[in-house]
């Protein structure tokens, strides 16, 4: 029996979810810049009083914040001094020397987080099989040391070639450096050690960058709680989906980029187990971004590297990059003020351009005469206008009328609600592309999977994307508004280490192999215990390719050490999975075509947790229902039909509503279209049911 | 009023044509062996319709491959033939004049049925590590010098591989691993394509691409003819002397724009050289194309009805050499037909066009072996470089950035995992680039050195180091590239070389041109540039 509070701090909102035995008291408030810890004090003050409860009843306090990827964003860091190998003072601002759009010559390229005149070099050189090829020069280092010193820097990072094989150089430096300065220091062996210098050495120096501002904010957020009479620990959520602590989280901030996304993975894995779900797209639509995540199994797919900061329309590549483990997730700039327009070919083009919350959508008659993603959903019927937020904001149709006219309606010569169906099908299109994309590229096919859709836009546009993709089924669970603080309460104490250590299958020492996934596991496992004495549950991974190839597929190992047979199975095991990929493995049928190598090692240990409530999907049965009548629009059959409105807390578990149907709620309206029906569920979800399927 | 559902329909499936190629370049650059493919993205992918007409290409890709591919496609029609066109099957070539330039990319076709009928072709393109032959550089007297030829032929026919082939293909190339699983990533990135295309139009309901075809052509056709029809009407002529294999190579446009096209001839440049920095005029064309279109229409999407507006010709010389001239580096010469193209057509659109940049690649190919007396390893490792880009005219040029090829470098880390080499520099060159109220961008520094006990030889493929990339509007040269050994001496910019153990090779890659005058520099500018050490030397 525990009180558990979650926390998540976002662009916009700021959401806070309690946990009472049970019971969800969750409530939404405007995020603070200024003083970030305020808001949520005045939120958890809200969920406080409502549950009766005080401070010092709360047994653990869960926390997600933007924080680091908006001063990322912003710029808004220390000054940092870069310390690198010498020859490499400029890999950080050279990049991968491409243009990220082939044809915009005028494209402007990020600049670098630590500018040239901060980024210092010293002789000293590992090489790529981690031998020492020229000693460091520890006599330049000390003169590096007095100048950042002199230099008034708030922070060091330290990034040299080939450290991720061979640490030594990286940790005499901070040593050096360390004992001049009491600037905190971080070095690219514990932040990523990972191959590829221009993203491990972005990754330390955001690191580094952020880590000042983010230590004094976890301090200030920890003595307010305590003030306030809270007694209990405080605990982060990272990138990756699991919770560190603080101290932790002071020291590689960097890991808390893209954590509140995670809560949103989290929530929908949760949800996932609770319904025995072994396949499942979550899908997760706000008011700028749309996020798109496979959870195989109850838990989110990771990735080692993600691009944040993204500068232009969100390119791929005109962001930085990161290598941390991070949820696997597409993010685009699809959502609910995400502004419309007709380029010169004629095509409607949507995002990633948003209102945001001032001045908005055209019709929250704020000024705004723009056509979004919500005008476009108001003229077609799907949400009500004197009912828009718990009737909060007045919705003015006319309004998102005149600007989807003079926008999209006749430059293409299309009546209004042809424009904004058009409008709503390219978004829709957009975000369903964007899932195929992420299915592929990982191996799956993404009408196999049940999607769960959360966040205020996604119960408007998720039966459409599954009509798209094929999908049959999808639920829309309770609470979805604050989705990501929920899944806070949801993760797991875990952590994930890994380093890059080429093991060719055909030289494969199983000791070393041995002795190497025990160094993870201890790392792993020691982050856990910060915050847990449960049981932890251990899984390793081999990222494996055939030799001379450069991405790596996932390869689980067995949870034993490795003896000299267990060398076939890993040889078998990668190339069933390349097949699952790519079609077909290399070399047809013959076994020893080609060398196979492991490239990455990693282990991830997390607790184990006491199994939820376990729920059935209920298909239900057709009942005559209360309810009014209004046109909306179907998108599968082109035409206006009258749909069904019924208020989603007057539907009882069972108890099923053909489509179409709009089931309305105080802040969303889950969009019933024709080919569907839905059921209300014995937890308070909804599932959408396609009206063909078993 | 437009038919709504039919526009809204056909906007909807163009957008998940593009979507379908982007799967498709995807699968390659996670599949691909060499370095060149896989960190540097030196690939490209399309789908094209029945006729050979490319309807979308992905966005991830270089124009020297996406341009020449849509016409390679044509080609392919033509020999195989559609009666021996079958569901399963892959076709391949690397001929030069049919598919993109040289032998080092290997182009393959497929067909894409929906049950049996023909609804079109995915391509792709990429270059591999090796070909055989004398290696990826200049020295080849022909064609036939410079590796194994690959006629238009299948790869695969109903599925089955032809082995026949990959066994002549495996005696034939250096790394065999490599390459052979090259040529099994190319197919799978078009089977991936057709597989996607196959699920959207059965789920859609489509017979065929014609409808969506005509409406993607129209829509580009009439978007790119408003723009030619803004532009000055007339003929404009450039000159760009470039250093040549050993003597200079001048290259001459003649840019003229009259109604709906703008055609290019390049006649008055060099005659074929006798060593193989020779251009086929496929790729020619391809960089042309581009360098018009990032003036004209950039935002325009590249497909056969934009690519159409573009017209040009050649007599017979080094931008239009024929078989069996020596072309394995033809992307040196290849690379600079933009600024060739472009500097006639600033004399059109004064003020709107860059600078002159680095241009070609710094692209190194090196063998490398065990010094005589000592056991190692044996690797052929290929880099690609980039220089500084011109200054544009309302902004720096970017340093140290492929223009106007579209790939990546490779991570160095990478690159030493690939063999005996230590890669001991690669950072920005300072004072490179040409001064101008906007300065050009900054070239590198790269040094390399033999692991202890190996020498490598190199194949130099470096331009403008006897020609500066030139300024624009008053704007000065970008300094002049330098390939040296740490002892001093001076190399060759083109050809075979050696570098034996304990040598360092010092490559000094050329900066970008400046726009505008240098007194209109602003001070905020100048200090800056002080400030982080890309200006060293006070201006006179």
Partial sequence: MTIRLGADIGGTFTDVALDHDGTIHSTKILTNYAAPEQAILDAIHIVLTEAGLTYADLDIVIHGTTLATNALIERRGAKTAFVTTEGFRDTVEMRTENRF????????????????????????????????????????????????????????????????????????????????????ISISSEVSPQMREFERFNTVCANAYVRPQMAAYLTRLQARLKDMGATCPVFMIHSGGGLISVETAAEFPVRLIESGPAGGAIFAADIARRFALSHVVSYDMGGTTAKICLIEDFAPKTARSFEVARTTRFAKGSGMPISIPVIEMIEIGAGGGSLASVDSMGRIQTGPESAGSEPGPACYQRGGDRPAITDADLILGKIDPENFAGGAIRLSAPLAASAIDAHVGQPLRLDTRSAAFGIAEVVDENMANAARVHAVENGKNISDNLMIAFGGAA????????????????????????????????????????????????????????????????????????????????????????????????????????????????????????????????????????????VTWSVKASDTRPAPARHHLTTGSTTLTPSTLRDVFDPATGTNLPTTIVARDSLTPGQRIPGPAVIVERETSTVVTSPFDVVMQTDGSLLLIRKSAP | MTDPTREIRFQVMWNRLISVVEEQAMTLLRTAFSTSVREAGDLSAGVFDPQGRMLAQAVTGTPGHVNTMAEAVLHFITEIGRANMFPGDTYVTNDPWKGTGHLHDITMVSPSFLGDRLVGFFACTAHVVDVGGRGFGADGKSVYEEGIQIPIMKFAERGAVNDTLIRLLRANVREPD?????????????????????????????????????????????????????????????????????????????????????????????????????????????????????????DIPNNWASLEAFTIASPENILNAPRPAPVSVRHVIGHLVPDLVLGALAKALPGQVLAEGAAALWNIHMSVRPAPGHSGRRAEILMFNSGGMGARPTADGLSATAFPSGVMTMPIEATEHTGPIVIWRKELRPDSGGDGEFRGGLGQIIEIEPLPGHEFDFSAMFDRVNHPARGRDGGQPGAAGSVDLDDGTKLKPKGWQHVSAGRRLILTLPGGGGFGDPARRSPEARAEDAAKGYVTKAKS
């Avoid at chain 1, 980024?119 to 020069?137: C, H, K, N, S, Y």
């Avoid at chain 1, 230099?151 to 640490?167: C, D, K, M, Q, T």
């Avoid at chain 2, 532009?231 to 001459?252: E, F, H, K, S």
């Fill in chain 2, 178 to 298: 490599q390459v052979v699983g090259d040529f099994y990533s190319l197919a799978a990135c078009n089977d991936v394509g057709h597989r996607r295309l196959a699920a959207m139009m059965q789920e859609i309901g489509l017979a065929t691409l014609d409808d969506l075809g005509e409406f993607i052509f129209t829509r580009t056709r009439s978007a790119t003819l408003d723009r030619l029809r803004a532009l000055p009407q007339g003929t404009w002529d450039n000159i760009l002397d470039t250093d040549g294999y050993d003597t200079p190579v001048r290259l001459a446009a003649r840019v003229t724009i009259a109604g709906d096209a703008v055609n290019v001839d390049f006649a008055g440049s060099s005659p074929v050289s006798p060593k193989g920095i020779n251009v086929p005029i496929i790729y020619t064309k391809a960089y042309a194309s581009y360098a018009l279109k990032c003036v004209i229409a950039p």
């Fill in chain 1, 101 to 184: 759009d082939q044809y915009d010559l005028n494209l402007r390229l990020p600049q670098p987080l630590v500018p040239r005149q901060d980024r210092f070099t010293v002789p000293g050189r590992i090489g790529a099989d981690g031998q020492e090829l020229l000693p460091l020069d520890e006599s330049a280092l000390a003169a590096v040391a007095d100048a950042i010193a002199a230099g008034g820097y708030g922070a060091v990072a330290i990034g040299f070639i080939h450290s991720y094989l061979n640490p030594a150089h990286e940790a005499r430096a901070r040593q050096i450096i360390a004992a001049r300065t009491s600037a905190p």
């Fill in chain 1, 459 to 598: 119960p408007l546009h998720a039966a459409r994307l599954c009509e798209k993709l094929g999908i049959d089924r999808c639920l829309v669970p309770p609470g979805a508004g604050v989705g990501s603080a929920i899944g806070f309460l949801r993760a797991p104490f875990g952590y994930e280490a890994l380093v890059t250590r080429i093991t060719r299958l055909s030289a494969f020492d199983t000791d070393a192999v041995n002795a190497l996934l025990a160094s993870l596991k201890t790392t792993a496992e020691g982050f856990v215990r910060t915050g847990t004495t449960a049981a932890i549950t251990v899984e390793a991974t081999a990222f494996m390719r055939y030799k001379g190839q450069g991405w790596e597929i996932p390869v689980p190992l067995p949870d034993h050490p490795f003896t000299a047979p267990d060398i076939a199975t890993l040889r078998a095991a990668f190339r069933a999975a390349y097949a699952r990929f790519f079609g077909r493995a290399i070399g047809g049928t013959s076994d020893d075509a080609l060398e196979i190598e492991v």
